[in-house]
């Protein structure tokens, strides 16, 4: 894990593993509303070949609510981030900004703020988790 995300790694295929992040994100009730791939956009705009992978906007709307009544500017960090990256063809990385790491952002973060960013990254966690080798 760096600084700022929390990562697992999973010996699935690439697809198996977007398709299940998708499910164990819906699992911990967030919704999935923008997908980017990127392999996909850099071999169009740039023309460069990059390992599959695809930049999923999950959200949990009483989460993001909660989170905008505290902190109106917080919504640029929204929706959080999840990165499901192939390694190989049977390893695949998955990434999640650290909704805890958004209360940095904030120079007095407010207790309400800290518990949104608790509940998101305990849900995300908990998701990520379940993807982990052994897991499944």
């Known amino acids: 894990m760096s600084d700022y995300t929390i990562r697992v790694?999973?010996?699935r295929p690439y697809a198996e593993a977007v398709a299940a992040v998708r499910e164990q994100l819906?699992?911990?009730?967030?919704g999935v509303l923008t997908g980017i791939d990127l392999a996909a956009t850099l071999k169009a705009k740039?023309?460069?070949?990059v390992a599959p992978q695809v930049i999923l906007g999950a959200c949990r709307p009483q989460?993001?609510?909660q989170a905008l009544q505290a902190e109106p500017s917080i919504a640029a960090l929204l929706p959080c981030n999840v990165v499901v990256r192939s390694v190989d063809d049977t390893t695949t990385v998955v990434e999640a900004f650290d909704p805890a790491v958004m209360t940095s952002f904030v120079g007095e973060p407010s207790d309400a703020l800290r518990a949104v960013s608790e509940?998101?990254?305990t849900r995300l966690t908990t998701?990520?988790?379940?993807?982990e080798d052994g897991a499944h």
């Open 63 to 65: 989460l993001a609510h």
């Open 26 to 30: 819906a699992e911990v009730g967030f």
């Open 127 to 131: 998701a990520l988790t379940a993807l």
């Open 46 to 49: 740039l023309d460069v070949d």
């Open 9 to 11: 790694t999973t010996h």
């Open 119 to 121: 509940d998101a990254r």
